[in-house]
């Protein structure tokens, strides 16, 4: 069989999310989360040979029901209104930032009921990267709305080959930002606002099967950072498998460990595989193989939702693994080798030179193009 064409959804919504600055190490810098990043890929993407990536803008609005199966109602609220109660109270424009963070240890922690801008943007945010702007909120709900449009297709897809093994998989790429895999059920960081993986992935959970059982999905994460997001999302279930491959000494530090397993009825659904900074392209393949061997193949998933992170670049400017351009689309082999029909979340990768073509690896490794 011939390969497919990959279906890439996007919007032009997605870009309007665009802070101009952060912090990193106590200086200012540029906000590296730009919307550069969908720009470069796309115009990558769309340098490829005709017909090998066709782009879709028909975005399907499926409204909060989805987003509220993930994401707390306090925790919407807050995203919805929080410019502007920040502004109103003499916050700086540029946009919220927590200055201040509840820690465990805490006097009195919980308490006292936060009522302040600033007191809300310690409580549901933590770390001051996940800048909010008056069109955060509108760009993170387009992000999850791509990738739930993504997921659909895949569905149909998958649905119109009745879900058998292939040596080809369907495969869909939601091109989005934000990024979603550290947002968790009420927390932003690292970018991220909602969880797009976990919200697309809940939506095919509750897909049924012919069978009518529900359809079951795995998480590759293969972002450079650890998806401490998704993990607590989905900690104490035991559908979807989370697979992540990361460095545990990096952001977000705290989250990550092998150690870390699930709980309840999702003990051994939460697989965790810290690699060292200094993993090349022949290490970090291997990995990925492992878990693939290991966890994904046995869990026999319907469905597989990669979170597409390529700040594992050497290149990349805030973060990197030693591996280089050639090790993507090997990457993309291997997922394809699982046969199983593949939806990919844009996540993390700063590097703009090189971001379409790290990006286009995977997908093009895949295809089998």
Known sequence: MAPAQIRVFTSDVCLLH???????????????????RLTAIAKWLESRPEKRFVFSKDIVDYGMAPIQKIHKPDFLEYLQTAYEEWVREGGHPHGVAPATVPHQRLARLGKTKVKTATAKSGEYCFDSSAVIMKETWRASYESAQVTLTAARELKRLADQLQNTITDHPPAVYALCRPPGHHAQTDLCGGYCFLNNVAIATQWLIDQPQKDGRPSRVAILDIDYHHGNGTQEIFYSVKNPLY???????????????????????????????????????????????????????????????????????????????????????????????????????????????????????????????
């Open 18 to 36: 665009a802070p101009t600055y952060e912090f990193l190490g106590g200086a200012q810098t540029q906000y590296y989360e730009s919307p550069d």
């Open 243 to 369: 697979t992540s491959l990361h460095n545990e000494q990096d952001y977000p530090y705290f989250t990550g460990s092998k150690e870390e397993q699930g709980e309840g009825e999702g003990l051994g659904f939460n697989i965790n595989v810290p690699l060292d900074e200094s993993t090349n392209n022949d290490e970090y393949v291997a990995a990925l193989q492992k878990i693939i061997d290991d966890h994904v193949r046995p869990f026999a998933p319907d469905y597989i939702i990669v979170s597409l992170g390529v700040d594992t670049f050497q290149e990349d400017p805030i973060a990197g693994f030693q591996i280089t351009s050639d090790a993507y689309p090997r990457m993309g082999a291997a997922i394809r080798s699982i046969g199983v029909p593949t939806l990919f979340v844009q996540e993390g990768g700063y590097c703009i030179e090189k971001i379409g073509l790290n990006v286009g690896g995977v997908l093009e490794g895949f295809g089998g193009f």
